[in-house]
C-alpha cells in the first residue's frame, strides 16, 4: 500500500540536481511512491531523473506531457498531473532542487496534525560557490527563512512551495490542484486556500536544504524581484512593511538625525552581529558582513521595483500576476 506520493515537478537542469532528485529515493519509509512530471519527455531535467531511478527499485511514475489549459503556472500543471496520478494518503510536493533529507516525510507528518491545513519548508541555501551565491544564501537564510521562522511562531505562517506536504483527502476537500488557480504561484494559493478552511500553516522541524552553486549578480536580482511582485500582489498588506526589514531605516536616520551617524552605525554593526550568531545558532551557511550589506541595499531597490510591472518571468517564461484571478474565485469557494 503506498502511505505518500512524493510528486517532483522538473523543468531544466539545476545545480546538484542528481544529488537532489537521488535523494528522493533515500527516505526513510517502506510505503512511498515517487512521482517525476514534465512537460517536456526530452527536458535535460527528465534525462537525469530517469538515470536517477533506474538505480532504485522503489515505484516510480513518469507523467511527460504538456498541460496548457489547467493554468498559467507552468509548476501548478506539473502538479497537478502527479496529484491525478496519486492514490496515496499523503502528498510530499518538492521542487527538484530541494535536498530531501532521510527523514523528511516523518518531520513533515509529525506537523500534519490538528488545525493544520498544509506543512511546508522554505529552502535553506547552502554550498554557494560563487559571491552572488553567497549574497543568495544570506538572503534565503538569515533574511527570509529567519522572518518566516519568527511568524510561524507567531501562527501566521505563509506556504512556500519548495516542500509541501498534505493529506490528500482532505486537501481535495479544500479544492484540491483546482483551488490553486486562484493566485499565480501555488505556494501564495495555498496559504489562502487553507486559511479559508480555518486551518494553519506550518513549517517543518528543521528546514530543508537547496544546493545553490554558482549565482550570478542577474540570476539573484531577477529572482528576488520576481518573489517580490508576488508577494506584492498576493499579500499587499504584508508587503508595504518589509521595506522595514532593508537598510532604509538606517539610511534614513544618516539623513534625519546625522549627529547620530555613529549610534546608528553601531545599531548596524550589532545587527549583522547577531545575524551572524543566529545563523551559527542554527547551523546555517554563515554570512559574511560583506554579502549582508550588498543584500540589503539589493533588497531596498528589489521592494521598490517590486511595486511596478503585471507579470513575472519564470523559466523563461512570461506569467501574467492576475491572469488567474477571475475564473479562480470559485475555486476557493469550492467545498468538495
Not at 6 to 28: Q, S
Not at 92 to 98: E, G, I, P, T, V
Not at 275 to 302: G, N
Request: glycine share 6%; charged share 20%; proline share 6%.
Amino acid at each position: 500500500m503506498i502511505l505518500v506520493s512524493v510528486i517532483r515537478p522538473l523543468c531544466g537542469l539545476e545545480p546538484f540536481l542528481e544529488e537532489c532528485l537521488d535523494a528522493t529515493f533515500h527516505l526513510d519509509c517502506s510505503g512511498y511512491e515517487v512521482i517525476f512530471c514534465a512537460e517536456d519527455p526530452e527536458d535535460p531535467a527528465v534525462i537525469v531523473a530517469r538515470m536517477v531511478a533506474e538505480r532504485y527499485q522503489i515505484p516510480v511514475t513518469f507523467c511527460l506531457y504538456p498541460n496548457p489549459g489547467f493554468s498559467f503556472n507552468p509548476k501548478l500543471n506539473n502538479m497537478q498531473k502527479g496529484w491525478q496520478e496519486t492514490q496515496a494518503r499523503m502528498v510530499l510536493f518538492a521542487d527538484s532542487n530541494c535536498m530531501l533529507p532521510p527523514d523528511a516525510i516523518q518531520r513533515m507528518s509529525a506537523k500534519l496534525t490538528g488545525n493544520t491545513g498544509i506543512v511546508c519548508s522554505p529552502p535553506l541555501g547552502i554550498l554557494p560557490r560563487s559571491f552572488w551565491a553567497k549574497v543568495e544564501c544570506a538572503t534565503m537564510n538569515t533574511f527570509q527563512a529567519k522572518w518566516q521562522l519568527l511568524v510561524a511562531k507567531l501562527g501566521f505562517g505563509f506556504c512556500q512551495g519548495k516542500a509541501m506536504m498534505v493529506y490528500k483527502k482532505a486537501f481535495q476537500e479544500m479544492g484540491g490542484m483546482e483551488a490553486l488557480q486562484c493566485e499565480p504561484m501555488e505556494d501564495a494559493a495555498a496559504t489562502k486556500v487553507v486559511r479559508r478552511h480555518g486551518l494553519k500553516v506550518k513549517l517543518v522541524k528543521g528546514l530543508f536544504e537547496q544546493p545553490i552553486g554558482k549565482r550570478t549578480f542577474k540570476q539573484v536580482l531577477a529572482r528576488q524581484i520576481r518573489w517580490a511582485k508576488l508577494r506584492r500582489y498576493t499579500f499587499p498588506l504584508f508587503y508595504i512593511p518589509e521595506i522595514l526589514t532593508t537598510i532604509f531605516p538606517f539610511l534614513a536616520a544618516y539623513a534625519i538625525f546625522p549627529a547620530w551617524w555613529e549610534i546608528t552605525t553601531i545599531v548596524l554593526i550589532e545587527s549583522y552581529m547577531i545575524e551572524k550568531i543566529f545563523a551559527l545558532w542554527m547551523i546555517w551557511e554563515e554570512p559574511t558582513f560583506v554579502s549582508m550589506i550588498v543584500r540589503d541595499f539589493m533588497l531596498m531597490f528589489v521592494w521598490f521595483t517590486g511595486w511596478f510591472g503585471k507579470t513575472i518571468m519564470w523559466n523563461g517564461k512570461k506569467i501574467p500576476l492576475n491572469g488567474t484571478r477571475n475564473d479562480l474565485e470559485r475555486a476557493l469557494n469550492h467545498e468538495g
